[in-house]
């Protein structure tokens, strides 16, 4: 079956540091999504991202955030400056529709650690 | 602004027995789609079960079932004939009808442990 990749799955960055989080959606889905998850906390949606623009961001997705789909397969979540509150687990998903019911399907998740 | 519930942090079941895990929900919508997703201590999230707001009958697969109630905003999730392997995080989460609403929002979760 088809699988969502995330790479790395550890990324361990010095505060302040730019860092960019990849991800390789299921290859004919249409619609990609990052959630992040604190150690102990729950999932938190950031942004979903269709037709290569944002369709939505959550009020965590801020200046310090950006995606991008650069080559057809990719889709990366960059953060610009890092803080120690961005130490979290961090979730691609993809779908093939947001109509119906058609599930999100998550990668296994990179956890990014700040120093 | 939806929300989604889950007042339990833990429940314990015994290998072999039901266990029943509660989830309820706040949306003015009348169209939307609900899931439960399996946390496993390594961390993958992985679909356990969905349920479409416009149908009546309950969602099925394998052991696992789910009790929708739409008026009372209430879904649960059943697991039957329990094993080790289902012990694990259980999130429910909510998502509106199609369009822009297509993000998942996410109850707080809660830890099931299964006893040998």
């Known amino acids: 079956e088809p699988e969502v990749t995330q790479t790395p799955s550890h990324q361990v960055t010095q505060m302040g540091q730019e860092v960019i989080l990849r991800c390789v959606p299921i290859?004919?889905?249409?619609?990609f999504y990052w959630y992040r998850q604190i150690l102990g906390q729950k999932v938190e949606f950031l942004v979903s991202f269709y037709n290569n623009e944002i369709s939505e961001k959550s009020e965590i997705f801020d200046d310090q955030f950006s995606v991008e789909r650069p080559d057809g397969s990719n889709f990366t979540l960059k953060i610009r400056s890092t803080k120690l509150e961005d130490s979290a687990m961090y979730f691609c998903a993809s779908n093939l529709a947001s109509w119906d019911n058609q599930p999100q399907h998550f990668g296994d998740g990179t956890r990014l650690s700040i120093l | 602004a939806q929300t989604v519930t889950q007042s339990q942090p833990e429940m314990s079941v015994q290998e072999a027995e039901t266990v029943t895990l509660s989830c309820t929900y706040d949306?003015?919508?009348?169209?939307?789609?609900l899931f439960w997703y399996k946390q496993p201590p390594s961390r993958q999230m992985i679909l356990v079960i969905r349920q479409e707001a416009y149908k009546q009958q309950n969602a099925t697969e394998n052991r696992f079932s789910v009790n929708f109630q739409k008026a009372a905003k209430s879904f649960s999730l059943k697991i039957s004939d329990s094993q080790l392997g289902d012990a694990a995080m259980y999130f429910c989460?909510?998502?509106?009808?199609?369009?822009?609403?297509?993000?998942?929002?996410f109850g707080k979760g809660i830890t099931l442990s299964v006893r040998p």
């Open positions: 989460a909510y998502r509106g009808p199609s369009g822009a609403n297509s993000k998942l929002t």
């Open positions: 949306t003015s919508e009348s169209d939307y789609y």
């Open positions: 290859s004919n889905h249409l619609y």
